[in-house]
């Protein structure tokens, strides 16, 4: 399984960006799928998922309102979409996904190993 992730760059504040993640070695439809974000000198933190087919979506709350995830399984591709874009939302931007068909998207936010490939991440810089 590959993620490439692309999309990022700088953005002044209150800029949008929207991210795509493009999933190679097995059926897209299959499986939920998760964003998450690594700032410089913090851990790495969840942001955003989404299960099969888009019916059900999970972001942390910083995000809620602002970010919109969502997927396009016939291009094997999924989205963050990025508004509102704060100084604090500045990280790498990595997609991910599950080994298993069963994880959730509560699953992907909460339960720490429940995500096993990470794409390479994207830079998102957001200047004030």
């Known amino acids: 399984v590959q993620l490439q992730a692309s999309g990022g760059g700088l953005v002044l504040t209150g800029g949008s960006l929207r991210l795509s993640c493009v999933v190679s070695?097995?059926?897209?439809?299959?499986?939920?799928m998760g964003w998450f974000r690594q700032a410089p000198g913090k851990e790495r933190e969840f942001v955003a998922a989404?299960?099969?087919?888009?019916?059900?979506?999970y972001y942390v709350d910083s995000v809620k309102g602002r970010f919109t995830i969502s997927r396009d399984n016939t291009k094997n591709t999924v989205y963050l979409q990025m508004n509102s874009l704060k100084p604090e939302d500045t990280a790498v931007y990595y997609c991910?996904?599950?080994?298993?068909?069963?994880?959730?998207?509560?699953?992907?936010?909460?339960?720490?190993?429940?995500?096993?490939?990470w794409g390479k991440g994207t830079q998102v810089t957001v200047s004030s």
């Open positions: 989404i299960s099969t087919h888009g019916g059900s979506t």
């Open positions: 991910a996904a599950p080994r298993s068909t069963f994880t959730t998207v509560r699953d992907i936010g909460g339960t720490p190993g429940a995500v096993d490939y």
């Open positions: 070695g097995r059926t897209l439809s299959a499986y939920a």
